[in-house]
């Protein structure tokens, strides 16, 4: 057996361990609630619907509990009862005859259900936000699991919750259960809140463990899920939040938003480092910022909210930070709607060509510089455009690592710049002192984690979010000023936004890469006004490049890739040093993806008419699905033939031979639309959806009857008729249906004279 078994074992065992004296004291310790007397309450018969992670799927049962008639607390959208639940339910159930059924020695449970006009919800609305705490809950249980599994120095855990319906009373009220917990953790301390889904709110203690699983669970899932909002006492949480990035959660699921806030505040760590996670690159300000903070300062502006444990009520603690989840990407201009402008005048698109012309016409007499720079920024941005043209590696050194896979060791003296460490990583390490003086046992450092094409999508997806968040004006404080220009300073740091755009660009974003491409040629850009006051230098040939990088990436819906394309095709024909063969190739490209993005509107049409039957995640007849061939764990997709009368059961026909199965529905996993069609546009909501805004660089400045057009011409100037003609044809059907008949028409008449 090596030292590594024996480490985990004996770190197993002493797990064991603790969780046999907790059961102990749990059970020697009298019942808290014994003086409410909730045995005498007569039983009810309830429902009960448990998560499944794998299959996305609620599962069904039916049980006996004891509940109180009035709330024992509330906050600001859900009422709090105390409630008793046996261990085994009974095979059968009649409220008198279980009425004194070991209801003493029953485990105690918080029901929570959501309040409409002082009474208890029974709209579908509130069973639906019941269920939805309810996946989260389960989720959240999924990646400590996860997490677990590599054995860091805390094991963690999440209260086990599930949803219950009163099937016997009025409108069938469902409520949210989860164990009471109670007490102190091992250091004293009560219920804590360590994180939020939009950064850092622990004042005091600051413990690694809750913001390092937050991080391995974005890595875990390859980029698709964050856990956040981790509270709870000692290292078991519950009423987590779940940040995805099709914004799956709820309305505190901020996807990738949520993420970017979450890593520009997260501080890479020694435990980091162990566990194998990389390291998130900040810009130097941000760098700069994250160091100006002791142990004893936030590193979230809070104001005035009450998130401390000074609050007398732990629920109304909860409900409060659930509405807070709302509204976090509030920014000041946001909240004085008499200020509510667009201070950034957008180029119109259509005047792209006349744009370009005078940035060439720039590029050839020079032009002053609008915001003044010193060589050191000069060289940041110079060095971060470098970077969004190279794709990203994740090497030894992304991971604080020895090409040997030992850890570096970290230097713990700051540097007078703020930044940190001998090696040059800048990210400041947690050093307070380990509480009352305990000793945390050396362990083997577990692999790097695994970095995916699909965790780099989203990673860069983060970056780009974390880039506009900046251009949003998100953090006025980060912003650096020289002291002769204070008077100059900018709203945002432009330096950040374009170190995130760079780096999303090096993990291949289109919209990272088509902001940077519309930069260098003197383009507005929807993620900062501030690009185009020569922060970014003009260059024809590093936009071109961004342009056909985008126009690459395979893991990006089409619509921005259109916006790529046309955007290259204006250039090289505006610069007139392409060939004809260049051009084609372009116009076929774009042309091509309009018709693919034609497909994805479609498929998220079907996804939406499938959402408005009920929820998404529930399977109907005609829908994808993956079953699970024969129960031998390997999941074939197909498409549901017939659902059971109790709907328990699921016949499937596989795609590939067509044969048939009936399988339970914990074997049969719904089918999502395919994510590399919508990893931009999302199936469940888009950027524009979930906040308000809209993407004026992914507007297409042509119509497809006029790419069509230019097609043809240089199809027949290089002695392609045929081609030309049809071209020609299908170009003058699309321009007469939009209405343009004068310019129909010309192009008929073009196509009969080459046909003769």
Not at 575 to 583: F, N, P, R
């Amino acid at each position: 057996m090596t030292a590594a078994t024996c480490d985990r074992e004996a770190a197993r065992e002493r797990f064991c361990e603790a969780i046999r004296c907790a059961a102990a004291k749990a059970v020697a310790m009298d019942d808290v609630w014994a003086k409410h007397n909730i045995q005498a309450i007569p039983a009810e018969r309830v429902t009960r619907y448990r998560y499944s992670v794998e299959t996305r799927q609620f599962m069904k049962d039916q049980t006996i509990v004891k509940i109180e008639g009035r709330p024992f607390t509330h906050g600001a959208m859900r009422h709090c009862f105390r409630m008793k639940k046996l261990a085994t339910p009974p095979q059968s159930a009649s409220n008198h005859r279980f009425h004194g059924y070991g209801w003493s020695r029953a485990l105690n449970y918080v029901a929570k259900c959501y309040m409409e006009n002082g009474q208890i919800a029974t709209s579908q609305e509130a069973k639906d936000a019941v269920l939805t705490d309810v996946t989260l809950q389960y989720e959240a249980m999924h990646w400590a699991e996860r997490f677990n599994e590599i054995n860091p120095p805390k094991k963690i855990d999440f209260i086990r919750a599930y949803a219950i319906e009163f099937v016997d009373r009025p409108g069938k009220p469902m409520f949210a259960v989860e164990r009471f917990i109670a007490g102190n953790d091992s250091y004293g301390l009560g219920f804590l809140k360590h994180n939020t889904n939009s950064g850092f709110v622990d004042l005091e203690e600051r413990r690694k463990t809750p913001q390092v699983f937050s991080a391995h669970s974005f890595y875990s899932s390859q980029g698709k899920r964050l856990v956040a909002d981790v509270q709870g006492v000692g290292d078991l949480y519950t009423d987590p939040q779940v940040l995805s990035m099709d914004y799956r959660f709820g309305d505190g699921d901020l996807g990738p938003r949520g993420m970017a806030l979450f890593f520009k505040t997260f501080r890479h760590c020694d435990m980091s480092d162990s566990l194998g996670i990389p390291i998130f690159p900040l810009s130097r300000n941000e760098l700069r910022h994250q160091a100006k903070y002791s142990d004893d300062e936030s590193t979230f502006s809070e104001g005035s909210s009450p998130y401390r444990e000074e609050m007398k009520c732990r629920f109304k603690q909860l409900d409060f930070n659930r509405q807070m989840r709302k509204s976090v990407l509030l920014r000041p201009i946001d909240l004085e709607s008499e200020h509510k402008k667009d201070t950034a005048k957008r180029t119109n698109i259509s005047e792209m060509s006349t744009s370009i012309r005078r940035s060439l016409r720039q590029l050839k007499v020079g032009s002053p510089c609008v915001i003044k720079r010193h060589q050191s920024d000069i060289d940041e941005i110079t060095s971060s455009l470098n970077i969004g043209l190279t794709d990203s590696i994740f090497d030894h050194n992304a991971f604080h690592r020895f090409e040997s896979g030992e850890i570096r060791p970290r230097n713990k003296r700051r540097s007078s710049s703020g930044s940190n460490d001998e090696d040059g990583e800048g990210q400041r390490e947690l050093t307070k002192p380990t509480r009352r003086g305990s000793m945390v046992p050396k362990r083997q450092p577990t692999p790097p984690m695994k970095i995916t094409e699909e965790t780099k999508s989203n990673l860069g997806r983060v970056h780009y979010h974390l880039a506009c968040l900046h251009g949003a004006d998100r953090f006025p404080e980060i912003v650096q000023t020289h002291e002769e220009s204070v008077d100059e300073k900018p709203s945002h740091d432009f330096f950040s936004v374009v170190f995130h755009l760079c780096h999303a660009a090096s993990l291949k974003n289109v919209p990272a890469c088509l902001a940077l491409a519309r930069a260098r040629v003197g383009l507005d850009t929807f993620v900062s006004p501030l690009l185009k006051s020569n922060v970014i230098p003009i260059d024809f040939e590093s936009s071109k490049e961004f342009c056909k990088r985008a126009l690459a990436s395979d893991r990006s819906n089409a619509l921005p890739k259109v916006a790529a394309g046309c955007l290259l095709y204006q250039i090289v024909e505006d610069e007139g040093t392409a060939g004809d063969v260049e051009k084609m190739s372009i116009l076929e490209e774009i042309l091509q993806l309009m018709n693919v993005s034609v497909e994805e509107k479609r498929i998220i049409k079907e996804h939406e008419e499938k959402k408005s039957r009920g929820k998404a995640d529930v399977l109907h007849v005609g829908d994808k699905a993956e079953g699970n061939y024969f129960m031998e764990g390997t999941y074939y997709p197909g498409v549901i033939l017939e659902i059971s009368d109790d709907g328990n059961s699921v016949t499937i026909q596989y795609d590939d031979d067509g044969s048939s199965e009936t399988l339970s529905n914990e074997n049969v996993r719904s089918l999502e639309p395919p994510s590399e069609i919508l990893a931009a546009q999302t199936f469940a909501l888009s950027d524009e959806e979930a906040l308000g805004i809209i993407n004026t660089d992914e507007e297409c400045p042509f119509e497809k009857y006029d790419l069509m057009a230019k097609l043809a011409e240089l199809k027949a100037k290089n002695g392609n008729s045929s081609a030309a003609i049809a071209l020609y044809s299908n170009a003058a059907e699309l321009a007469l249906n939009a209405g343009k008949v004068k310019t129909a028409n010309s192009w008929s008449e073009r196509a009969a004279e080459l046909d003769t």
